[in-house]
C-alpha cells in the first residue's frame, strides 16, 4: 500500500525509518497477536507491521501537509508499541482507550542517539517530533478522518474485506485538506458517495476489530502475558523487544509452552449468558469507527441515513456475554 500514498519515500523518511528503534517495527504485527491463533478471520490474509503502517501514515501526512516535521511526528507515532501492540492494554486493563502504552515515545525518542542526530541533522527538535496528536491531519478526535485512520482502514479494506486497488486508489484520489465544522483542518472527501462508500467499508472493518474472535484473544493473550511476568518468563523490558524473541520465551519455558501453544491452536468460541468457571471471560472494547466530512456538505452521517443507522448499531452493540475459546490442543 505504501506506493500508493505518494509518488516517492523522501529521504529523510527512509533515514528516520531506518533507526534501530524503527526496525524493531518490523516484528511488531497490526493484529495484536490475533494472528497467531487459528480463528478463520485472520486466515488467508497478508501480514501487517506496525514499521509499514508508520510509513504509511508519514507518506500520507507528507502528501497532504509537506511538513517534515508532522510527517517524522506521524512515523514516530507507535515507536513506544510493545510486542502485540494493544494487547498490553489489555494487560493494563485500558482495552477501552488504549492509550496505556503510548507513554513512552518521547523517551524512546530522547534516549536514541541516532535519532537525535538526524533531528539536529534536519533542524527538527523532540518537541516537534514526539506528540502526532498535536497535528490534526496526522490524528485527531474520533470519528474524524486522520492519516492514522485513513492508513489502517484502506489496508484492511484491501487484505480483509478484499477491496480492489483500483477503488481504494480513486477514493485516496478524491481526498484533501479541507475545514471542518468546527473551523479546523482535518482530511475531507469531495465526493458524498465515495465517502458513504468508505463509511460502510469502514465499519465492517471496526466489527473486525471488536469481534469475538478479537476481543477473546487479546484477552486471552493479555492474561497469558501477565503471567509470564508474575513468573519471571519475561521482564517488562521484554516487552519492547519483538514478538519472535518473547514467543521463544513463552515457547522455552515449561510454565507457558503449553499456555501458548492453546493460544495458538483457538478456533472455536462457545458464548454464553452465564460465566460458569473463570475460564470464561467477558471482554468490552473500544468501538473505533470514521464519520468523514464532505467538503461544503457535512458529516457523512448527517447526509446518508443508512450510515447513520449503522454507526449507531454498532456504538450501542453489547457484549455482556461471556466467551471461551479453545482448539485441539485443549481438553
Known sequence: MIEKYHETIPGFIEEFAGVREMLRLKDIGMDCGCEYTSFGLWKGISPYRRYEHSIGVALIVYHFTGDMKQTVAALFHDIASPVFAHVVDFMNHDYLTQESTESETRKIIENSREIRELLDKYGLTVDEVSDYHKYPIADNDTPRLSSDRLEYTLVNMSRSLKVSDTVIKYMYKNLEVGINEYGEEEIVFKDSQLARDFVLY?????????????RYSMERLARLLRKALDHNVLTAEDLYTTETEVITKLQESELTAKDWLEYCDMSVLEKSEVKFDDRWLQIDAKKRYIDPYVKGKG??????????????????????YYLKGYGYAED
Not at 202 to 214: F, I, Q, T
Not at 300 to 319: G, P, T
Request: aromatic share 12%; proline share 0%.
Open 202 to 214: 469502514a465499519l465492517r472493518n471496526s466489527r473486525n476489530y471488536v469481534s469475538d474472535e478479537d
Open 299 to 320: 458529516r457523512v452521517s448527517d447526509l446518508y441515513c443508512d450510515c447513520r443507522m449503522k454507526i449507531s448499531d454498532f456504538l450501542n452493540c453489547m457484549f455482556d
